[in-house]
């Protein structure tokens, strides 16, 4: 057999193993927002899931793939395999999305733009930052390292939230005067589920974003990749455990585990150019970073019942820029352009387009419609019909 | 190291990983079926799940392998493996079988079913169908392409519960004169946690059905294998969601993912013969087969609580014949000999078993044990005990 | 490409493969015991999940790694992959702890025990055990074969859970002279979910202790670790099942689960070392060792709410003997020894941390704060608050 032979390969059963981990991130997300959001918008909250999982992941078959990578080509393991991974990839750009606008959003306009998102705004944050940047090319000459996408998922989900929240608005009476309502998850084991679920996605995520696992370099360098990756997840979970636990004398659970997220979104630009202590450091931020920014962006009134913009916006450009600042041979300029790049054309894209389908389909749910609930409203099933309701 | 030995440890290997990913389909069954039924029959469709995967697969073991394929014997992979991957398929024949007579099934007479199913009557499916064919031979001759079963695993368990539901009877109260008692699904999170953990089985079960993955050609082919049914999935819920939305103006997410279920069936009988178009196609009319059988089988009183019969035995044979219909180099009369004789011998064979069983012990739980819950009655235990019941 | 090269590649991306499956476990102990306690105590157990997995790592990490094997070197695959795989192991013994003491634990005093127990008290087990051995070396001589840790991991977390019982007492209310309070299960579908997820996780456990998949030997002892694995499982279910219901009349799905996993915990000692007939027997004791040791606990006013000490401590001396007694080539009296030497320093050991930790920090919550619930008390946050609450 030769090498090469060889390489394909495994290589192959390496996407493949990779993407089906990050498959694991739909009932993730899925699992992680039903458990956050009220019980009269849990089915609301899943049919978007299975809903924008299932469009734009056809839109990338469809359109994305060729616009993002040039050709349905590729040379060092199956076409069909590395198409797999990247369209594993897609849903989650608009799974950050969807969850920030939960409790007001209707579904059919989110599911136009979740195309719109895998057939053209994803695909083109991929070309111009991993792929044959044919759009921009010289332009932007983007230099950014960023593995598996800190800034191209995260930070582009985390913008096109950004973009939907100021325009669907917050859910009502949410905030009155300067007064906060706290509306509680009104399901722990799910959101802990969900949370463990997108952890194991992320080992796929940042592993197979090296491409390869065939020689020993790259083998180290996936292993090493999953190692840095989990550690930052704990140490964001463990920070943010300890910051609540000195704020409030109570670890909420809620927080801790957006903490662990914050870390993985924030290691995702580069864990395998770190060592095994920097991780550590990294997640910290990452997850002290979730912990101040939650009540920001509710000082702000940006409505985000998940908690997405603190996780994966403010993370994903953490990241990317830690990578500038911890690794000596990345330039932290290039990182800072990437970053800035992203943001632009991420967030004004998704302005745009949000706001055309807006005039056309209503994003957000008549006050009555929210009162009541998405679920009788929008899917005409409930949740858990059976059980009574306290509050 | 010599080229047979590297193909020996990758497809091992790789029959392991695809085997670990159907047994997430035992979960994934056990919470579909439970978020889909009654709160009062939960642990008791639960500890079915438990119970028939259990004992259906050590009949395997015992008897079963043996009868399917003639002997414990394999040379390009782990025999050990290959039993695994094989074991893995079994339970879902009964699995399929035993949802849809949940809420007014036993467990006692449904094991011992489980126990002939998995040592007797699939291995003999498998044998016609997949294996040395010794027992039917030239007799039947069959040459239906069914790479993953929809056919021998889908339409098999179709049929078998098709068989049961004649024999039980329908739900207590679910049928008077003409009406249809609606009962809604009790636990939405859980319908959607299940359904994802069979569609990542999924890829288990028909990118591992491709057999080997240590060549070019066999990697190409498990991959193509799995990004199709992924399409077909995707395409079966997007279809469902539309016509529920142009019908009803709502969402019905049981539907939507029944309908990816009935897409994933589908695709099943022939997912490495398709162009990657084609399975839109195949997943487009499996997902409208679902929302159309659904109320066609009620009006047959046919009640099947978890909707298998649209799901299973519709686009096992849906699936079967589309792989006559869509590739040149397939018989479409062979698919249809392959549907018609599995029928005639699963349908026939499953009747008599369950028959001569009810005499026995009765498969029907009294009028009272059913409107009291199978729980109370059949394990003891209340699902969810602590929660205030609302209807 | 050399052959050193290619088992290298292989062997790296099988323990990365079973890494993940073992990462499967925390969340399959997080559902499982969420789904075991009462409603008010669900938040707690799940933040006790998360933080001791979180805290324990890091600190397997930072110190405990190295105190396990001497050093941060591998030849055969990536060290962070070996790293991985181990990790994924620590958290394992302070789940079946911490699982054992529920509804009356505190959580900071728990985390800093994960600590030492991450540090320190399971990497000298290993170290003795599995490892390098510098610490007891000639001294102790243990030549007990333990393939993936049925004393290593579940004995060692029994007897440091026996420690916790013994320091913490029982619930309040549990058990009153010679009475004991039933107290139900919430949540019937988390705790099957969980027992699959840990099922699953098992096969990587089991599995992935081979160390190696890259020739065709260690492919066959991988396919049949699992397989054999498996059928314990299946079996210790089956007999749970059976005498259940020959002495209730009902199949108590908790108890068939704990049966099951029973049958888990009893493989793992040697699986590999089995024919396919064996393990059923050594599944049936297993099982039926749970059965009857869940009173025998009761009795003696060990309060264990999940049964940890059936399941994990009863079965690890089971099945660290059982492979004395079923394999010829095993020194039954060295098993003996390794289940001594275990039993009297993780007993011991972890009762003289647990009761220096408790000197400044009590484990156990007030009366007042066991009755109002953990959730309120330590992490401020319901699992459930709109369900109503029937008791």
Redesign the interface.
């Known amino acids: 057999?030769l090498?090469a032979?060889?390489k394909?390969?495994?290589d192959?059963?390496?996407?493949?193993?990779s993407?089906?981990?990050i498959?694991?991130m739909?009932?993730g997300f899925?699992?992680l927002e039903?458990?956050l959001v009220?019980?009269k918008n849990?089915?609301s909250v899943?049919?978007i899931?299975?809903?924008i999982?299932?469009?734009a992941?056809?839109a990338f078959?469809l359109i994305g793939y060729n616009l993002a990578f040039g050709s349905w080509e590729n040379s060092n393991?199956?076409?069909?395999?590395a198409?797999?991974f990247q369209?594993a990839f897609v849903g989650k750009t608009i799974n950050i999305m969807s969850g920030g606008v939960s409790e007001r959003v209707k579904?059919?306009p989110l599911a136009l733009f979740a195309i719109v998102m895998g057939a053209i705004i994803y695909p083109i944050v991929v070309n111009i930052s991993w792929g044959a940047d044919m759009i921009a090319g010289t332009f932007l000459d983007m230099n950014m390292h960023d593995l598996a996408g800190s800034t191209v998922i995260h930070s582009t989900g985390g913008w096109a939230l950004l973009a939907a929240i100021i325009i669907i608005g917050s859910r009502k009476g949410r905030y009155a005067g300067d007064k906060i309502k706290v509306i509680?998850?009104?399901?722990?084991?799910?959101v802990?589920?969900g949370t463990?679920?997108l952890?194991?996605g992320w080992?796929g995520f940042n592993?197979g974003s090296i491409g390869s696992?065939?020689?020993?370099e790259?083998?180290?360098a996936?292993?090493?990749t999953?190692?840095n990756t989990?550690?930052a997840g704990?140490?964001g979970?463990?920070i943010a455990?300890i910051l609540m636990?000195f704020r409030?004398k109570?670890?909420?659970?809620?927080m801790?585990?957006n903490g662990?997220l914050g870390g993985l979104v924030a290691i995702t630009a580069g864990p395998e150019l770190y060592n095994?202590y920097t991780p550590?450091l990294i997640g910290v931020i990452g997850g002290a970073l979730v912990v101040f920014a939650v009540p920001v962006f509710d000082k702000l009134k940006l409505d985000d019942p998940v908690g997405a913009l603190s996780v994966h916006l403010v993370n994903g450009i953490w990241g990317t820029l830690a990578v500038g600042i911890f690794v000596e041979s990345i330039s932290f300029i290039e990182q800072l352009k990437g970053v800035a790049v992203v943001a632009v054309f991420a967030f004004s894209v998704s302005f745009i387009v949000l706001y055309v389908i807006n005039k056309f389909v209503k994003f957000r749910a008549e006050d009555d419609a929210q009162q009541e609930g998405m679920d009788v409203n929008?899917?005409?099933?409930?949740?858990?019909?059976?059980?009574?309701?306290?509050?």
């Open positions: 057999m090498e032979d060889f394909y390969v495994i192959t059963f390496f996407a493949l193993f993407m089906v981990l498959i694991f739909v009932p899925a699992m039903a458990g009220r019980t849990v089915t899943l049919t899931n299975v809903m999982y299932a469009v992941s056809l078959l393991m199956s076409v069909w395999a198409f797999l369209m579904i059919v509680p998850a009104s399901n722990i084991p799910l802990v589920l463990f679920l952890w194991i080992f592993g696992i065939s020689t020993i790259n083998a180290d996936v292993a090493k999953i190692m989990n550690t704990l140490s979970a463990i455990g636990y409030y109570l670890f909420d659970i809620t801790i585990l662990a095994m550590i929008e899917c005409g099933v409930e949740a858990y019909p059976e059980f009574k309701r306290a509050i």
